[in-house]
């Protein structure tokens, strides 16, 4: 569609089932789950075993054919755990899997596609058990994993970096650079006597945040109409 042709109080009411759905079918999922949650498509996106918990102002997205997983599993004995820190941004079709412990710190970002995984699943030998193979990841606080991104067990990756898009991170990666490639190096030192500014600041005062976005969409909605918003879902036009 080439623009919304919902009426106001149609998307109020999308919304308010939205958060139904969010509350109803998805936060049980959670061990804990932080205040300010924000989903899209929540029936596409898949929360499997215990031990996971989300903090503050989350924002945890899927689309319709591109569902986004997070998800542990209990091996000999063992229990997965993944804690996801305040602010945190999940894009549409990550899947975040563990066997051991997968830690992400606030403020970080996961672009579309990225895949974060604690084990290999089988072993080298032995593809019928996972033995060792398997070791706890780190992502540190304010980082950005690009599209399609892959990390892998045993690896930390420090404050404030960047993963390119495609990378495959196997190795530890330092706080404060840009890292890309199969396997990912370090390309770039970031400066870190620029100031830099981090998802959090965007929460600071969330009512507000909040009524400025209410009023944001009534203003762009405001010429749209029942009948036309139907006709645009059954009979739709290149204008539409």
């Known amino acids: 569609m080439r623009r919304d042709r919902r009426p106001y109080f149609i998307r109020r009411l999308q919304g308010a089932w939205l958060r139904f759905r969010t509350e109803h079918f998805l936060v049980p999922a959670f061990d804990e789950v932080g205040p300010g949650l924000s989903v899209t498509s929540p029936r596409d996106i898949e929360i499997w075993g215990g031990n996971i918990r989300v903090g503050a102002c989350a924002h945890i997205h899927a689309s319709r054919g591109n569902p986004t ?20 941004l999940i894009s549409p079709g990550t899947q975040i899997i563990a066997s051991e412990s997968i830690s992400i710190g606030s403020n970080t970002m ?13 072993d080298t030998y032995d593809r019928t058990r996972e033995l060792d193979k398997h070791a706890p990841i780190v992502i540190g606080e304010n980082c950005w994993l690009g599209v399609r991104a892959i990390v892998c067990k045993g690896v930390t990756i420090g404050d404030n970096s960047i993963i390119g898009a495609g990378s495959v991170v196997t190795r530890d990666i330092p706080p404060n650079c840009i890292a890309a490639g199969n396997p990912a190096r370090v390309v ?4 870190t006597t620029r100031p830099m500014r981090k998802r959090s600041e965007l929460f600071a005062e969330p009512e507000r945040v909040n009524r400025d976005m209410d009023r944001l969409m009534r203003y762009l909605l405001r010429e749209n109409t029942l009948g036309g918003w139907l006709r ?8 539409d």
């Open 110 to 122: 996961f672009a579309s596609g990225c895949y974060v995984s604690d084990s290999d699943w089988h």
């Open 232 to 239: 645009s879902v059954f009979f739709p036009t290149r204008e």
């Open 188 to 191: 770039r030192e970031l400066d």
């Open 69 to 88: 997983r997070l998800c542990t599993w209990t091996t000999d004995g063992r229990e997965g755990r993944i804690a996801i820190g305040d602010y945190v």
